[in-house]
């Protein structure tokens, strides 16, 4: 299975101070998780989407990756950015043509804090049949709440195809998810497994909070709260929030 992390560089909706004074800040912090959970992967792949505006200190941070982490070999890929996360997803799908059969999608800013992370979701995916997209939880529409999790090389070429006609200028969750549903394909959670993830929260009451799901070990996380995990308190049903 190949990990892909699409990465980027440049303005988000919710900027942290710490991204804001440091651009390689989640990426940074996602390596570092990499390196102390040990998996099964067969590739980490970075896909950098051109940022005009990339700094000096990104570019430099980019080229020093390393090309192993814990045994796994590394790629960095860099194209337009086009498409989202999803045009991230079709490139890597292109350049590696039948190399792979499942992908572990994700971004830069949730990393991995369990050892054998992405196997659950494989094991998931393998157990539901006509599955589409694994992952860690779905909403009331039955679309991913987090676009985290595994799908199959057939399902990303095949999804490749549909957008290709339609044009990447209008790519968007929903439009991914539907083509998706048309092709009998389906949208599942991890969370039916019994396994959870850490999620990221923002509400007007609280600017940034975390939400445990699920009954299982927990796999992934923000990176902010992996950065501020020290400094968390409990406030029930799984909630957290700064002290």
Not at 56 to 73: A, H, L, R, S
Not at 82 to 108: L, N
Not at 165 to 188: A, C, K
Not at 222 to 243: A, C, D, V
Request: proline share 5%.
């Amino acid at each position: 299975m190949n990990y892909v992390v699409t990465c980027w560089s440049g303005n988000r909706r919710f900027m942290e101070e710490s991204y804001r004074e440091d651009r390689t800040h989640f990426l940074r912090i996602h390596i570092e998780q990499l390196k102390k959970h040990k998996s099964s992967l067969s590739q980490i792949t970075f896909v950098i989407n051109h940022n005009p505006d990339e700094d000096e200190n990104y570019k430099q941070f980019v080229n020093d990756i390393p090309k192993e982490i814990n045994g796994t070999p590394v790629e960095v890929l860099r194209r337009d950015n086009s498409g989202m996360m999803f045009g991230a997803w079709f490139y890597v799908c292109q350049i590696y043509g039948d190399q792979f059969d499942h992908y572990f999608v994700t971004e830069d800013d949730y990393a991995p804090i369990s050892d054998d992370f992405a196997a659950p979701f494989l094991s998931a995916f393998n157990k539901e049949e006509n599955c589409g997209f694994m992952c860690p939880k779905t909403n009331r529409n039955n679309l991913p709440k987090f676009v985290i999790g595994v799908i199959s090389r057939d399902c990303l070429t095949s999804l490749k195809h549909n957008c290709n006609e339609v044009g990447y200028e209008e790519i968007d969750q929903g439009l991914i998810f539907h083509i998706m549903n048309e092709e009998g394909r389906t949208v599942s959670q991890l969370d039916n497994y019994s396994n959870y993830c850490l999620m990221h929260e923002h509400s007007k009451e609280k600017p940034w909070y975390f939400k445990l799901y699920g009954k299982g070990p927990a796999l992934f996380a923000p990176t902010l709260y992996i950065e501020h995990q020290q400094n968390l308190k409990s406030y029930g049903q799984g909630m957290f929030t700064p002290r």
